[in-house]
């Protein structure tokens, strides 16, 4: 056998090796196609009978408000949602409030409201796109981001055919799935501050910009739309609505500055038996009034009603029946270890030393803060003790938080050094301040609450048990202005109190929409005291005319 047929039988060898090599290769695909395609035709018939399976609409999405007017008690937070989001000129918005009071109900339904507005730039396809920013994880390399989108680039696992070749693909987020229309963020409060700078660069360009390693403008094989985002961004103009249970404080000031602010309050009990009545009007069920009345002790919004008429409801239902029974509730009161919701009432009685004062907790939840005083002579100068409050407190939000003394503390020693400059002796008694009830103190706005019960307990003057206060006071006894006063006002309607007083700065035209209270606006301590105290005796210290009733020795 010559050289040359050896050479061409080895070629032949290898020849076929190679042939045989590709021959399996192509039939491994072939069988790996045909497994994969028999799995899918398993999985589409699944998702086929999955289709075919419907349960009735739950209870809870028949009752959820179908329209604006059916939300309950937020009249003047809704009507500034209309004012912001269904004018020719749509405004991004911040909504704030305690939780289960129909904030994401209404950002649900503006804009539908908006698309009926002929010059609203929203249309009739303008896309509602909710997301919660306490589930929006991203990842700090880019690779997967809810809410901004993101780039997969060729190296991740399942990048597909593009991938293969090599070609970045950007991923739309949320604000992109929210162009032209509204996008909805729920707890807007607990987004990570990279989020947060990130969110605001959209709202600022009204698009994405993606970037990529992986990116060329010079390769061709780079398909255009791809070659459009990365020079030109992706399209991201949307209005955005935020809803928060966290103070406007702790959000960060860039993006409130960039939103019209929506307060949203917390539901009177009569409002939460209003979304109780509906609520079970829509489940096609009657209600008892014994029944409501359950409900009104242990619902503490709008959210928990409906959940304890939800499931009363279906008791009934599968009774037979179509009332909810006072047993009913209480079953569902029982069974879901419901506890009372106790607010803070006014005294039963006048007496010396304790004053209704007012408190905001949130931002929208307001309380009567009951305060005690008691003053005992001392020999050398007086000192002051206070109790129930923090000694310290937190504030700021997630990127910046600061420690500061309580300024109640402070507040006190205003107190104290005006009083005396009107001749009341309030350095030579030992004086206790007490909150009791954990109720936290909010700064300075119990100052006039503090000079009040200071004054009432050294001239022995019982404090009105049906009248509630709020106010700074400044060394010179005038009565400086607060924050949260219709929260305050109506807490202390609420709370039973028949009259409210308020620094004068704080009155506003809302106030006179709160009735059944009285409402009194001062501008010092001497016009505050004949609102607050009992007697009618005026005596006057160093000129000035104020209150007294000296005869009295005691409670
Ligand atoms: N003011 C209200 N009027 C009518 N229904 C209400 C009201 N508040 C709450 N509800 C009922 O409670 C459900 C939940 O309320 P919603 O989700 O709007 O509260 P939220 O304020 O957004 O609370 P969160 O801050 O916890 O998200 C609503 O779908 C609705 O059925």
Known sequence: MDLVSIVVIIQLFFGIVIGLYFWNLLKSQRTNKSSINK????????????KQIQLTAPLSERIRPGDLNEIIGQEDGIQALRAAICSSNPQHVIIYGPPGIGKTAAARLVLEEAKRNANSPF????????????????????????LIGSVHDPIYQGAGAMGQAGI???????????????????????LHPIQMNKLLKVLEDRKVLYESAYYSEENSNIPTHIHQIFKNGLPADFRLIGATTRMPEEIPPAIRSRCLEIFFRELEPEEIIRVAERASKKVNCKIDNDALEVLSIYARNGRESVNMIQIAASIAMKEGRDQISQADMEWVVDSSRLSPRIKPKVFPVSRVGK??????????????LEIEILVLPCVTNGKITITGIAEEETIGGQSKQIKRKSMARGSIENVMTFLKSIGVPAHEYDVHVNFPGGIPVDGPSAGLAMAVGIYSSIQKIPVRYDTAMTGEISIYGEVKPIGGVLTKIRAAK???????VIPKANYQAMCDKITGIEICPVESFKEALPLILEAENKSTINGETFVSNPSMKSS
């Not at 799995?39 to 999955?50: T, V």
């Open 39 to 50: 799995e899918s035709e398993k999985e589409m018939n699944k998702l086929r009978e999955m």
């Open 123 to 146: 249309r009739g396809t303008s896309p509602f796109i909710e997301i919660d920013a306490t589930t929006a994880r991203f990842d700090e390399r880019g690779v997967a981001d809810p």
């Open 168 to 190: 970045p693909q950007p991923k739309r987020g949320a604000v992109s799935n929210a162009h032209g229309g509204v996008l909805f963020i729920d707890e807007i409060g607990e």
């Open 355 to 368: 004053v209704n004062g007012l408190a905001v907790q949130g931002p929208s939840t307001g309380n009567l």
């Open 494 to 500: 609420q709370a039973g109190a028949k009259r409210v």
